[in-house]
């Protein structure tokens, strides 16, 4: 597995790179950005995962997620991902952000045309990570994920459904139930098809309700958001968590919207939470 370098630059005495490889996964180029902190000069660092939201590229976190500081301070590499695969031959609707391009919704489609490249949990879960081991100075056995809405929803069902991989896990405004809501489902029959049992898989509260298990989880979510009422839906979460008996904080943060200001706001008290569970 070849790695194009596109870019490095010095940040915070560690790297911010942007990679390009060929996905077999995805069956296509698939761009994606790592910084790693000082400490990775002299050994494996844990790693944490950022999964971004609808219409985001590996791109937008790393302009405006400002991770960078509390990486470097705490000696965290950070990965950041693409939403879907990308290309024009690749089956996409362009005038819709909710699918296709950008909206990949971390789910290994089943359905023609989509299976064919549209296969971001393997790509996240298997591709990725071995390239990142082979290239990388991290430490595989020490990993966390977060991530954004669309990616907070990807962030929870992988470690959901890779137990013992993630020791971390926490989301920033996680679509929490995907299957229902309305700027997910259509995307969820167009991937998976009609029949809604494929659908759990990749539905954070319904994984819970089938008896997958994380052991605890950090969440937060602002006032402000618009998306709060149909789309996100944090109580449903709040819900499944404690019929489950798994440890959900959940901190409604007053004023907050959707956006990177409010992401890059708890960024550092994120990465922290992480660091704290993926010490040595
Ligand atoms: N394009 C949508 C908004 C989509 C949106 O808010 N996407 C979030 C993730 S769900 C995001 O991170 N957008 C990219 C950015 O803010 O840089 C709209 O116009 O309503």
């Known amino acids: 597995m070849t790695l194009e370098t596109i870019s490095t630059a010095k940040s915070f005495e560690g790297t911010q790179g942007v990679y390009r490889h060929k996905s077999e996964a995805c069956a296509c180029d698939m761009t994606f950005a790592v910084f790693l902190p000082p400490q990775a000069a002299k050994g494996p660092v844990p790693v944490l995962w950022y999964l971004s939201g609808l219409t985001c590229t590996h791109q937008n976190v790393m302009d405006k997620g400002e991770y960078r ?44 045309p989509y299976a064919a490249h549209y296969r971001m949990a393997t790509y996240i879960a298997e591709e990725l990570p071995a390239l990142v081991a082979q290239n990388f100075p991290v430490d595989l056995t020490r990993q966390g994920i977060f991530g954004h809405s669309m990616g907070g929803h990807g962030a929870i069902t992988l470690a959901l459904k890779h137990p013992g991989r993630f020791k971390s896990v926490s989301a920033f405004a996680p679509i929490v139930q995907p299957s229902t809501a309305g700027w997910s489902q259509p995307a969820f029959e167009k991937y998976l098809g009609p029949n809604e049992m494929a659908w759990r898989a990749y539905d954070s509260t319904l994984l819970i309700e089938d008896g997958y298990r994380v052991p605890e989880l950090l969440v937060d979510q602002g006032t402000a958001d618009g998306f709060l009422d149909d789309g996100l839906r944090p109580w449903l979460l709040e819900d499944a968590c404690r019929k489950a008996g798994i440890a959900l904080t959940l901190n409604m943060r007053d004023g907050y919207d959707h956006s990177y200001f409010f992401i890059s706001t708890f960024m550092a008290d994120h990465i922290g939470w992480h660091a704290e569970r993926l010490k040595g």
């Open 69 to 112: 500081r509390a990486a470097a301070e705490l000696g965290i590499a950070i990965v950041c991902p693409d939403t879907s695969p990308r290309g024009e031959t690749i089956a996409d609707e362009k005038d819709n952000w909710q699918f296709g391009s950008g909206a990949g919704f971390y789910l290994d489609a089943t359905q023609a």
